[in-house]
């Protein structure tokens, strides 16, 4: 067991032991936020053909040679094409197709004019200037070409890789199934959220704020309860937990007290614990441990700390867990709005909300960046990475950070 390393060191650590979970077959009606765990190559060109992107009038643009105000050049109209249709007849000299938005282009035809720059009857349509060849033509395999490597394994289905897997006909993608994780909380002190507290006793929030962080990043998690201040029954929990879901956060019983027993109860329950404690503020009480392939997170009590601990390792242990790609937060630079006063012996990590103004992006810092400061999270999307040894940050400070 290690002690006190970098969380990024830690992180590390932990996500060597990982793998992803077991894939399934889901409808693409169902799929939206789910983990890809198959590639995507077009096995066709989408648009499928020359298309029109208007409705108009399909020609070629040797008749419109000389063509003006003056000396406009009229053509007789084949046919009308609509969306859905096919021509029937190939355009030649001094001839036109009526066609609409998303009609194939006819054999014959160059080019595409809206009917609003027009003159025409039911018989014929009259141009008065030149056009230029393939104009207004959404060529075939515009949007994508066959062979084209479009989505890869770890992905999130989005609304943009949703529609292209219907464009491809991938009716039920193979996508990882949904990783479940046990949240439990530890604590004598604690009661659940409809309870009346009594004098010493608070209200259990870091389940619903850590629940609420999972469900937002595709996890499910599934609430395990409370567990008091002894050794077996946050080990039956543990336990509980490993038998039902795919990894377990708690909160609660990290530090060095005397009731700080979670890293017993863990090795109770068969884990070995990989380390306990990060170089991290807030969020230096933790332990950390993998069985069965399972990732273990306890975290701190303190309801900060807790949540500042899961974005930087715990979430990504998960997300690793889920097959996402970018389980890792990709490192980002941020400039502090305001400054922040106290220095840094050890690696602090300052949450945040990114504004955009005048074109430029700044990190807002709450006033209150204390351990037990719940509500300074609210609206908070990003963290700024204060180096260990860093003396008060004045207003305009550069630091890396990433976003939650």
């Known amino acids: ?71 406009p050049v009229t053509l007789r109209i084949l046919e009308e094409v609509p969306a859905g249709a096919t021509p029937t007849q190939a355009v030649t000299q001094g001839t036109a197709t009526k066609i609409l938005t998303g009609a194939p282009i006819p054999e014959g035809a160059d080019a595409v004019i809206n009917y609003e720059r027009t003159a025409f009857t039911a018989e014929t349509v009259t141009l008065f200037a030149p056009v230029k060849s393939g104009t207004n033509i959404v060529r075939a395999g515009e949007d994508v070409k066959k062979g084209t490597v479009l989505l890869r394994p770890g992905q999130v289905v989005d609304p943009g890789a949703a529609g292209v897997l219907a464009a491809q006909g991938v009716a039920q993608p193979l996508v990882y199934r949904r990783v479940r994780v046990a949240v439990l909380s530890t604590g004598a002190e604690l009661v659940e959220a409809d309870a009346v507290p009594q004098p010493g006793s608070i209200r259990n929030s870091n389940a619903y704020t850590l629940s609420a962080a999972l469900r937002q990043n595709g996890l499910e998690p599934v609430y395990l309860g409370i567990a008091g201040d002894s050794v077996e029954d946050i080990a039956a929990l543990l ?166």
């Open 1 to 71: 067991m290690k002690h006190a390393m970098g969380f990024l060191e830690a992180r590390a650590l932990l996500l060597q032991k990982l793998a992803p979970v077991e894939t399934e077959r889901v409808a693409l009606a169902d799929c939206a936020g789910r983990i890809l765990a198959q590639e995507l190559k077009a096995e066709e060109n989408v648009p499928a053909f020359d298309r029109s992107p208007y409705d108009g009038y399909a020609f070629r643009t040797a008749d419109t040679v000389g063509a003006s105000q003056e000396a």
């Open 239 to 404: 336990r509980r937990g490993l038998d039902t879901c795919d990894a377990v956060v708690s909160t609660g019983g990290v530090s060095a007290g005397d009731y700080d027993l979670t890293p017993d109860a863990m090795e109770r329950a068969g884990m070995e614990v990989l380390l306990h404690g990060v170089d991290l503020k807030p969020g230096m009480a933790c332990a950390y441990a993998v069985k069965d392939g399972k990732p273990v997170c306890a975290l701190s009590g303190n309801p900060a700390s807790s949540l500042t601990n899961f974005y930087a390792i715990a979430l990504p242990l998960l997300k690793t867990l889920a097959g996402c790609a970018d389980a890792v937060p990709k490192p980002i630079r941020v400039t502090l709005r305001n400054g922040f006063s106290k220095s840094s012996r050890g690696t602090r990590m300052l949450r945040g909300r990114l504004v955009l103004e005048n074109g430029a992006a700044e990190l807002l810092l709450p006033e209150d960046q204390g351990n037990v400061v719940l509500s300074s999270t609210i609206g908070c999307n990003a963290i700024a990475i204060v180096p260990h040894g860093s003396g008060p940050l004045p207003a305009g400070t550069v630091l890396d950070g990433f976003l939650i």
